[in-house]
C-alpha cells in the first residue's frame, strides 16, 4: 500500500506551458521529496522540502507544502520536452521506520 | 563520479529458483535501500541498511526476501522460491548519510521475470 498519491494521474502539455502536479498524503512527515523517473535516466531526486518549510526553488521547479492539508504541489515552469516522465512524490513514514513511501506518480508528456 | 550500479540488469527465473540480485552504491554512502517497483506503480520500500547493519526489513513481503551488505558497501537482494508475483523491477538506492531526509540516488534496477 502507498500512502502518498499523485493528482492528476497522467497530464499532457505544450512545450513551454507550466506543468502543476499534487501529492497528498496521510500521515505527519518531516519531510517531502520529490523524484522524476524516465526510461533513460531511472529515478532522479529533484527537490527537498522540509516540514517546518512552505516553498523551496530549483531552477524552473517550485515545490509548496502545505502540512495542515496533508499536501504537496510541484510546478514545473516553461516546460521542455526532456520533462516528459513519471513525477513521484516520498515521505518519511510515521517514526521508529526507516521507510520511505511514494506516491503512485503523475505521469507527464510535453508535446513539442 | 560513478553512481549507483545494479547487475543483472535483466534476470529471468522459472518459478521455484533462487536469485540473487546486486547493489554497488556510491563510494562512501551510508544508507542503502532496497525498493520494489511494480509496473505502473511508485516504488515500495524493502528494506534499510545503516552501513553493515540492517536497521529496518519491515518491507520484505516474506521470508523468501532476504539482504544483506556484510561490508558496508555491496549489497545483496536474495529471493528464494521465486513467485510470479516477485516479477517487478527492484531499485537500489543510497545516500551520504544515515536515517531519512537526505537525497536518495538510486540504480537502473533490476528487472526481474520469474516465468
Known amino acids: 500500500s502507498q500512502q502518498g498519491e499523485e493528482d492528476p494521474q497522467a497530464l499532457s502539455i505544450q512545450e513551454g506551458e507550466n506543468a502543476t502536479m499534487n501529492c497528498s498524503y496521510k500521515t505527519s512527515i518531516n519531510n517531502l521529496q520529490w523524484y522524476r523517473q524516465n526510461s533513460g535516466r531511472g529515478l532522479v531526486h529533484l527537490i527537498l522540502?522540509?516540514?517546518?518549510?512552505r516553498e523551496k526553488h530549483s531552477g524552473r521547479l517550485r515545490v509548496t507544502l502545505d502540512t495542515s492539508k496533508k499536501s504537496s504541489s510541484l510546478l514545473i515552469t516553461a516546460s521542455r520536452a526532456a520533462d516528459t516522465a513519471s513525477y513521484f512524490c516520498?515521505?518519511?513514514?510515521?517514526?521508529?521506520?526507516?521507510?520511505?513511501?511514494f506516491g503512485t506518480g503523475t505521469r507527464l508528456k510535453v508535446l513539442a | 563520479g560513478a553512481g549507483v550500479s545494479q547487475s543483472p540488469r535483466y534476470k529471468v527465473a522459472k518459478r521455484g529458483q533462487d536469485v540473487a540480485l546486486r547493489c554497488d552504491p556510491i563510494s562512501g554512502h551510508v544508507s542503502l535501500f532496497w525498493y520494489q517497483q511494480a509496473l505502473g506503480q511508485g516504488p515500495e520500500f524493502l528494506t534499510y541498511?545503516?552501513?553493515?547493519?540492517?536497521?529496518?526489513k519491515s518491507g520484505l513481503p516474506s521470508d523468501r526476501f532476504f539482504a544483506e551488505r556484510p561490508e558496508g558497501s555491496v549489497s545483496t537482494l536474495k529471493i528464494q522460491r521465486t513467485q510470479q508475483e516477485d516479477s517487478a523491477v527492484y531499485l537500489c538506492?543510497?545516500?551520504?548519510?544515515?536515517?531519512?531526509?537526505?537525497?536518495?540516488?538510486f540504480g537502473p534496477g533490476t528487472r526481474l521475470t520469474v516465468t
Open positions: 522540502i522540509r516540514s517546518n518549510e
Open positions: 541498511f545503516q552501513n553493515e547493519a540492517q536497521l529496518d
Open positions: 516520498a515521505t518519511d513514514a510515521t517514526s521508529g521506520t526507516y521507510k520511505y513511501i
Open positions: 538506492a543510497s545516500s551520504l548519510r544515515s536515517g531519512r531526509g537526505y537525497e536518495q540516488y
